[in-house]
């Protein structure tokens, strides 16, 4: 397995044991390659989520850009609501896991397609 791999097996597990959601293992591999080489960077592959301007980047990049998402007060009650099921006291949010976790919640899986 390379360290792609190893990444997506350690999402999978935080999804599970942190977030008690069983992932869908192809959706959770095409959000994580959609994440770029952000995963291998430690800064990079978190989401500080306790940042005003780093959920405003989830906002902006990732749901009106990605997921083609109108802006509005849902996009950042969607995002807290990850964030709250994620655990807010849990120090490395990775940026996949919540990615996938907003792609799922929007019902947008079709981007993935």
Do not use: W
Request: some cysteine.
């Amino acid at each position: 397995m390379g360290k792609r791999d190893d990444l997506i097996a350690q999402y999978a597990d935080d999804l599970k044991n942190k977030c008690g959601i069983d992932a869908d293992m192809d959706l959770l591999a095409k959000v994580t390659i959609g994440c770029g080489p952000a995963i291998y960077d430690a800064d990079a592959s978190t989401v500080a989520s306790s940042q005003e301007s780093e959920l405003d980047t989830v906002k902006n990049n990732f749901l009106i850009k990605k997921l083609g998402l109108a802006d509005g007060p849902e996009l950042m009650e969607a995002i807290n609501t990850v964030v709250e099921t994620y655990g807010k006291s849990e120090r490395n949010k990775y940026r996949a896991v919540v990615y996938y976790m907003l792609t799922k919640h929007f019902g947008k899986e079709a981007v993935y397609g």
